[in-house]
């Protein structure tokens, strides 16, 4: 299947391609980017058409070029009534931020493209429902120090940036992400984490996240990875991060470099749909990848975006090829105002019963219910042990036929 945005060819590569890619594209430049069909046709945006490309792959020009008001979108995009509603209502936290790039993958004339609707505002956003919460997961209650969470034993996750490339309207920490504050975590706030997690000999893995902790300039994040690596119990860091998917020209050679001096390091990156895994984000997977990084996936079940069985089969395998191995599904949290993305938890349980036996186990994500109140990552799926009794297990397979395991 060949996978076409309006204006942005990211169709299939072909086999080889990508190998030969992957060994040059560290010292690609924009020109070759363009030649080897990454960057795509960028210019067929009117909006764009004049941007050289030197200034399109410069990441710190797409976030300043970023389109956060209803003037600036109704010139790549013909608007709803509906999001036109809530572009006007969509100020202060969790404001409009779109990247140019995002805007390539966006259909001008469908309201319903998957793409777009993670990006634009809609008025839905402002009608809050009866079992909706600021903090569904009660991450502020589990904060013992600012920036840190603290929930399970052995890992913490360190909040190290309240911006992000793109602001997604399904965001589960819509409470503490946006423009208007400040944004690296401070050197105080970063003392006392460190001097949390120093004081805690438990704690083995650290997840960087935010907001995204590569809006940081190569310097900060390096502070903050510096510090915690040299926290002796800690065996690991993790970032989770959605900018290879909305901003891909983050991914630098010097931001490689920098990544590199600190092995063993995890990233965690956030995909919902199978048409973000563009030529442009592969090359940047492309990089991560032959530097050793090992890359895994979380998705958010979406209402109308990935919630068909089909969708999220071709999600995860397009992440395998790029050397992404899926790691979990959410259930969409029952934060404020994203009702409208929300679906009833026996769609991701469908899911993984279409997955299962049917594909790759590698292509098999964990589907998990983060429990309101913080009760944590709760696995839910369907249920192949039918019963059990006396050593004697009664299972059924994939296809539904029933087997008996005697111990
Ligand atoms: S990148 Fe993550 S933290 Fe930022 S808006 Fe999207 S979901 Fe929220």
Request: net charge positive; with cysteine; aromatic share 8%.
């Given at each position: ?27 690609a ?5 363009v ?62 931020a ?23 505002p ?208 959410y ?11 929300r ?50 297990h ?11 395991y005697?111990?």
């Amino acid at each position: 299947m060949i996978l076409q945005g309006k204006y942005f060819n990211i169709g299939k590569i072909k086999e080889g391609q990508l190998a030969s890619q992957a060994q040059t594209l560290e010292h690609a430049s924009p020109q070759t980017l363009v030649r080897r069909g990454c960057i795509g046709d960028y210019r067929k945006v009117a909006l764009w058409k004049d941007v050289p490309e030197e200034q399109w792959e410069d990441w710190h020009w797409q976030i300043d070029n970023r389109i956060h008001s209803l003037e600036a979108i109704s010139k790549v995009l013909i608007l709803t009534p509906e999001e036109e509603e809530g572009i006007k209502k969509s100020n202060g936290r969790l404001s409009m931020a779109i990247t140019p790039y995002w805007t390539t993958l966006m259909d001008p004339d469908d309201p319903e493209c998957p793409i777009r609707r993670q990006a634009v505002p809609l008025k839905q956003e402002f009608q809050f429902g009866a079992n909706e919460f600021v903090d569904p997961c009660a991450e502020d209650r589990d904060s013992p120090a600012s920036g840190l969470v603290h929930r399970y034993p052995d890992r913490v996750l360190l909040l190290s940036t309240e911006k992000c490339a793109m602001y997604c309207r399904h965001c589960t920490r819509r409470r503490l992400v946006g423009e208007k504050v400040s944004h690296a975590m401070n050197a105080k706030a970063l003392d006392a984490a460190a001097d949390y997690i120093r004081s805690n000999k438990k704690i083995r893995d650290v997840l960087i996240s935010g907001g995204d902790p590569l809006m940081l300039e190569d310097s900060e994040l390096e502070e903050i990875i510096r510090k915690i690596k040299s926290i002796p119990h800690v065996e690991f860091v993790r970032l989770g991060t959605r900018v290879p998917v909305t901003l891909p020209h983050r991914i630098t050679e010097s931001l490689i470099a920098m990544l590199k001096k600190y092995s063993p390091l995890w990233i965690s990156i956030h995909f919902n749909h199978p048409r973000e895994v563009s030529r442009r984000c592969k090359a940047a997977l492309d990089m991560l990848a032959d530097a050793g990084i090992p890359l895994g996936s979380q998705t958010v079940l979406l209402k109308g975006i990935n919630d068909k069985p089909y969708i999220m089969r071709k999600l995860m395998h397009e992440l395998l090829k790029v050397r992404v191995r899926p790691y979990y599904i959410y259930q969409c949290d029952p934060v404020k105002g994203t009702a409208h993305f929300r679906t009833p938890v026996a769609v991701g349980i469908n899911i993984i019963e279409k997955l299962r036996g049917f594909t790759s186990g590698y292509a098999v994500p964990t589907y998990v219910v983060d429990a309101p109140g913080g009760g944590g990552k709760i696995p839910v799926g369907p249920s192949y042990l039918i019963s059990q009794d006396k050593g004697k297990h009664v299972l059924r397979n994939y296809k539904g036929k029933i087997y008996t395991y005697v111990e």
